[in-house]
Nanobody
Framework: QVQLVESGGGAVQPGGSLRLSCSASGYTFSPSWCMAWFRQAPGNEREGVAL???????LYRPSVQGRFTISRDITKNNVFLQMNNLKPEDAAMYFCAASRRLCLLRASDFDYWGQGTQVTVSS
């Protein structure tokens, strides 16, 4: 069984910053897996935000490129998402996800999901 637990969400004003964390556990979890952050706003589909492969390669959706940074601590099975210069359109529930095989920013490729952490951006 694999568990992903997110933390770090909250409410900020436009231009503010947040750092999301995801802690992975479970005897079958492997540091070789691809890890990613997705988000979903009410009425919208879940969309990929950023991913990081075990080798450290990263991929971002264009709208967050240059503002968000994904990183991971393989020794502690943690993944982070540093979000700077937040905009109202970034407001959503953010989910951590893990993929055992493919490493694409596509929700259907991910096998395990956390419960999510809420990010609110408003003035």
């Amino acid at each position: 069984q694999v568990q992903l637990v997110e933390s770090g969400g909250g409410a900020v004003q436009p231009g503010g910053s947040l750092r999301l964390s995801c802690s992975a556990s479970g005897y079958t979890f492997s540091p070789s897996w691809c890890m990613a952050w997705f988000r979903q706003a009410p009425g919208n589909e879940r969309e990929g935000v950023a991913l990081i492969a075990s080798a450290g390669n990263t991929l971002y959706r264009p709208s967050v490129q240059g503002r968000f940074t994904i990183s991971r601590d393989i020794t502690k099975n943690n993944v982070f998402l540093q979000m700077n210069n937040l905009k109202p359109e970034d407001a959503a529930m953010y989910f951590c996800a893990a993929s055992r095989r493919l490493c694409l920013l596509r929700a259907s490729d991910f096998d395990y999901w956390g419960q999510g952490t809420q990010v609110t951006v408003s003035s």
